[in-house]
């Protein structure tokens, strides 16, 4: 399967590497499981038992989606098929054709679990054409989030907008939507018209998620609460994890309450999911993930361990919001080094993994509620563990 990515790689006048802080390794998930236990696959023989099963379903995901994805892709007019292909590494910037790696694809495998797992297969082969449309919005929010935060590089290669520009990428990732809603709205299926205004209103909701996030960036540092970037991280990250699963349950002619509780799941899914997200962000290793450690505290982002240390009342609290409190000067290795010390010493990323851990906890009892039979849960459970226990 392709190379896992999570984040991007930013411009490196923002983003430098960043020495790792002593006493911290690999960044974890939070199930407090051994760090050997939590890598993420990567083909070189180290993947934890466990999640060979989440592995298993990203590649039957990917297997079932390409095709669907790629027709959709070449419906586009040319000039924004070259650039939707380029994304997703189906093609290099000159157009001729390429090996790609277009994601883990932990989106559409949710929204095919969750078909499985309330109809069947039948129900899962019928969502194909959801799934498809959950991971073209995924990818027009990627593209528009790598504009905004300057982002040079995803996936290994260098983002949209570095190749094509500002306007080209923007205009490829409206495409993605619009598309992404045309799929279901085209869709026979009873679940398509009810499923295309669910996944509207996520987006509605992923963008004043993104908004909030943009907007904290310029607040001060004591100015924000845990409880609004906790609000952000739900809406920026899980709403779309809870729609792929609301949109599953929908194709397997599940009732509101169903919906409604596989929703939860995906949410609390997506949490977690953040909160691993921020933790590999600052300490990750930038030869997993692509991208230089410390490009959010450059950027003086108020990620989930940042606000948790800004708000811990400690001495490393007062430091971290002086060093939060001045620009980021670039090539100041130092500086980030100092900034993620400070906010572990001020417990943010132990809090972090406590409360990624508690999320998991939240997604067993939602998963419980969702989907009573446990062996009709396995394949979302195995997702639920491999989204937290990544390091890439
Ligand atoms: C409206 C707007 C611009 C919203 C932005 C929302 C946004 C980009 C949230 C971050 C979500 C996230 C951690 C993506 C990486 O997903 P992944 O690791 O699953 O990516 P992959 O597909 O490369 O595997």
Known sequence: MAEFMTETTQSEQRSPAVPRPGAAGDARGGTGRPEQEQRAPDGDGTEPAEGQEALALLERTRALVDPELRAALESLPGSMRRIALYHFGWQNADGTSAAGNAGKAIRPALVLAAAEALGGPAARAAAVGAAVAVELVHNFTLLHDDVMDRDTSRRHQPTAWTVFGDTDAILAGDTLLALALRLLA?????????????????????????????????????????????????????????????????????????????????????????????????????????????????????????????????????????????????????????????????GGRDWAQAEAADRMARVMQELARAVPDPEAAGGLLALAEFVTRRSS
């Open 186 to 346: 085209e869709d026979a299926h009873p679940a398509g018209g009810p499923a295309a205004a669910r996944l509207a209103n996520c987006v509605v909701e992923l963008c004043a998620g993104e908004h909030t996030d943009t907007d904290m960036e310029h607040r001060a540092p004591d100015e924000v609460t845990l409880d609004e970037v906790l609000a952000m991280a739900e809406a920026k990250t899980g709403a779309l994890l809870g729609c792929a699963c609301a949109l599953g349950a929908l194709y397997a002619g599940a009732g509101p309450e169903e919906v409604a509780a596989l929703d939860g799941f995906g949410r609390q899914v997506g949490l977690a999911f953040q909160l691993i997200d921020d933790v590999i962000g600052i300490w990750g290793d930038p030869e997993r993930t692509g991208k230089p450690a410390g490009a959010d505290l450059a950027a003086r982002k108020k990620s989930l361990p940042v606000v948790a240390a800004l708000t811990s009342g400690t001495e490393a609290a007062a430091e971290l919001a002086e060093l939060y409190g001045k620009p980021y000067v670039a090539g100041d290795a130092e500086g980030i080094a100092r900034t993620a010390l400070a906010v572990e010493r001020a």
